[in-house]
């Protein structure tokens, strides 16, 4: 952890241990855990972050679309690798890259289905996807008889997992609503095994789902944001540790006179003589403009400096007025202190939003 002398994001392995040993410690010994490492772990690194989590002996990978599972099957990641969101299109490339499709509609079974028969596949595990509420992705209960029809007439396909997405696991006035999407997914598996005569593993709950629902844990569980270190509340966030922290390095220091503009359109007026630092990040690093005009910040020697001004694509500029700093001084965007939640409520969005967003420009630098 040495002082950042330029924009980096430090990734902590050892907290990627703690979050996992954490969240298996609240399974069955039996429960199965995915790792869900789309969107490049979250914003850190998909592949580092696989090959940890394949040391620990992770028992599943998701990703969202099927590059990303190439990408993992490109540097050597081994273990099982459901895609969440493919399309008809990428049937070949799911075969031959061993990647397992989540199948949510008819027209996507019916496409894969082709593709693996063309291809002379035996049992090619797929995943079957329910709608239970969420209304995104899925098939619906009535839709079972198509499905059992279709895969009575192929041996070149072999469902090995059912499962669902919880819509408000996270939101414990929503507890009615998530209770019926368990009770909806359960009546769900009971019909298909009963019409179809396959056992297939069932799995519910993302990260707020094991915490919130132990009952539904069934044969396995999907976890990301708790991965990297956020329990979406203020009480289980204290169980985690964020994995990743945004640091920079303050590159200049301007003097200004009460009166004077600074960045870009002049969105910003100094009320007094002011310091103000700039920074190297920007929008393309995603720091997104909404963070612009005070309401976002970062840190420097443990104070709060308020960004002013639009930001820029690779820069912005902060209000060090009242700050004791010098250029070449670290700034911590976030960390385990001040973490990403705290910035991303400032502008009303997540945790999940900001450190995803996170451009693939800044340097990753792993702890271990
Ligand atoms: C992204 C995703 C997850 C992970 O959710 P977290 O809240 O980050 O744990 C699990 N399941 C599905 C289907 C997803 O799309």
């Given at each position: 952890?040495s002082k ?17 040993n ?39 990978f998701?990703?969202?679309y ?6 993992l099957r490109?540097a ?6 459901l ?6 299109l990428n ?12 199948i949510y509609s ?37 839709d ?59 799995h ?7 915490l ?25 966030d ?38 103000v ?89 792993f702890?271990?």
């Amino acid at each position: 952890m040495s002082k950042a002398l330029e924009t980096i994001l430090e990734i902590d392995l050892g907290a990627l241990t703690h979050n996992f040993n954490y969240l298996k410690s609240k399974l069955q010994p039996q429960t199965k855990f995915l790792a869900v490492v789309k969107a490049f772990a979250y914003g850190s690194d998909a592949i580092e972050i696989a090959k940890h989590l394949q040391k620990l002996n992770v028992d599943y990978f998701a990703v969202a679309y099927t590059q990303e599972g190439v990408d993992l099957r490109d540097a050597g990641v081994t273990t099982p690798i459901l895609v969440l969101h493919p399309q008809s299109l990428n049937a070949e490339t799911l075969i031959d890259r061993c990647l397992e499709p989540s199948i949510y509609s008819a027209r996507l079974l019916n496409d894969f289905i082709a593709v693996a028969e063309k291809r002379g596949q035996k049992n090619y595990p797929i995943h079957i996807k329910f709608n239970t509420g969420l209304n995104r992705l899925g098939f619906e209960q009535k839709d079972i008889n198509t499905i059992v029809s279709k895969l009575e007439l192929t041996t070149a396909v072999k469902v090995k997992s059912i499962f669902s997405h919880l819509a408000a696991s996270e939101d414990l006035e929503e507890k009615d609503f998530t209770k019926q999407q368990i009770e909806t997914f359960k009546s769900i598996a009971e019909t298909f095994k009963t019409k179809s005569g396959i056992e297939p593993w069932l799995h519910l709950c993302n990260t707020s789902g094991i915490l919130n629902y132990p009952e539904a844990h069934f044969n396995m569980v999907r976890s990301g944001i708790g991965l990297y270190g956020f329990g979406n509340s203020e009480l289980e966030d204290k169980n985690f540790e964020p994995i990743a922290s945004l640091k920079s390095v303050i590159s200049q220091i301007h003097e200004i006179d009460k009166g004077k503009s600074v960045g870009y359109n002049r969105a910003y007026t100094s009320n007094r003589n002011e310091r103000v630092a700039t920074i190297p990040i920007g929008h393309a690093d995603g720091l997104s403009r909404v963070y612009g005009n005070k309401k976002g910040f970062v840190f420097i020697n443990d104070k709060k400096a308020y960004i002013i001004g639009n930001v820029c694509m690779d820069m912005i500029m902060v209000d060090v007025t009242d700050i004791n700093c010098k250029e070449g001084d670290e700034v911590i965007i976030f960390d385990k202190a001040h973490t990403a939640n705290e910035i991303a409520e400032s502008a009303g969005t997540i945790s999940y939003e900001i450190v995803t967003a996170l451009s693939k420009r800044i340097k990753r630098v792993f702890l271990p």
